[in-house]
């Protein structure tokens, strides 16, 4: 296991990872003989030094006019973490009411992949909890289930525990077959006629997502436009009446 890559990826810089490990073998050390060993120039080593104690982190005393420094025990690096953590979810309400507010003009934004539709997912969900918006409207098919067996059906339970309802409309009715895609309380679902073209189109508050699971590319676009996502909600709200109610 690399020690030092792994305290780069998570918590540290390059330079700081090498320093507190090289560090955490010795008692204690001068920044001359860190540099030495990590061959980290010497004033990068001493500002890194600096750097390791305002995070607490690293210490320092001074004897006989040498300044010696100590790595804290491994301990507090998950100990600090954690508070980091507390204080970020403290403030996130308000950092999720910042995201996005700053401009009238239309954001797009490209996901690809597998972690790129789960990541769409998962705003749609943030972005209806945030603003207190309890409906969802979407175009979809099973395409979802069947590249996300495991993911999909534990965001549908996600959903129906934030009360969020989704009305749905699908074109097949193979896909009214599967239980998740019924209509029960906290879904209504039509149908299109079959031959309808057809992805997956998601409306939540100010925003659209586009999801495509065809030709073995995965890929889900957010556009952000209050123009957009009504516009497209009013088609949706239109077609939707034009369709008759399936049996629960």
């Given amino acids: 296991m690399n020690i030092q890559k792994i305290l780069k990826n998570s918590v540290f ?15 204690e050390s001068t920044a001359f003989h860190l540099a030495k060993e990590t061959e980290i120039a010497r004033t990068t080593t001493y500002h890194t030094l600096e750097a390791l104690q305002a995070q607490n982190y ?19 690096i998950l100990k600090l973490q954690e508070e980091k953590q507390r204080m970020i979810k403290s ?20 996901y690809m992949g597998v972690k790129g539709v789960k990541f769409v997912w998962d705003d749609i969900l943030e972005t209806l909890e945030r603003d207190n918006i309890r409906e969802l409207r979407a175009f979809s098919s099973l395409d979802a289930m069947n590249v996300l067996p495991k993911y999909f059906p534990e965001w549908l339970k996600r959903r129906e525990k ?33 031959d309808s073209p ?8 100010n925003k659209i997502a586009f999801l495509s699971f065809k030709e073995k590319e995965i890929y889900a676009i957010i556009i952000e436009s209050p123009a957009v996502a009504n516009m ?17």
């Fill in 58 to 76: 690293v210490s320092s005393w001074k004897k006989n006019n040498v300044i010696y420094y100590t790595a804290e025990s491994p301990n507090q």
């Fill in 232 to 248: 497209l909600r009013s088609l949706f709200i239109a077609t939707w009446k034009l369709l008759e109610p399936q049996p629960s």
């Fill in 198 to 205: 057809f992805g997956t189109l998601d409306i939540y508050g």
């Fill in 13 to 27: 810089t390059e330079n700081e990872a090498a320093i507190y490990t090289a560090l955490l073998k010795h008692s």
């Fill in 91 to 110: 403030i996130l309400p308000e950092l999720l009411q910042l995201r996005g507010r700053g401009s009238l003009l239309p954001a797009a934004k490209l």
């Fill in 162 to 194: 934030l009360n969020i309802f989704s009305y749905l409309i699908t074109a097949s009715k193979k896909d009214l077959d599967d239980p998740s895609l019924k209509s029960n309380q906290f879904r209504e679902t039509r149908l299109l006629p079959s």
